[in-house]
């Protein structure tokens, strides 16, 4: 290692630390930061299927096909 690689080394961490004593200091707004960024991605990760959609996915599943998620329908 050269001087140079060990400088930027030593700045890496002097940054990583300096940023956890941000955090540190304001652990609240990056709670509310995360809770409003879950808040928001809710809906996306539980959207559901209309109720005929999901009967067909289940009488397929029953029959021993497979479900395409990306085109709606069984493939036997």
């Known amino acids: 290692m050269n001087w140079l690689e ?11 630390g300096a940023g956890g004593f941000l955090v540190a200091q304001r652990p609240s707004f990056w709670l ?15 959207k559901r299927n209309p109720l005929d959609v999901e009967e067909r996915m289940n009488d397929c599943i029953r029959s021993g096909g497979q479900w395409d998620n990306f085109r709606k329908r069984c493939k036997r």
């Open 6 to 16: 060990i400088a930027a080394i030593i700045i890496l961490l002097l940054g990583i």
């Open 32 to 46: 509310g930061l995360i809770t409003v960024t879950i808040k928001a991605a809710i809906p996306a990760i539980l």
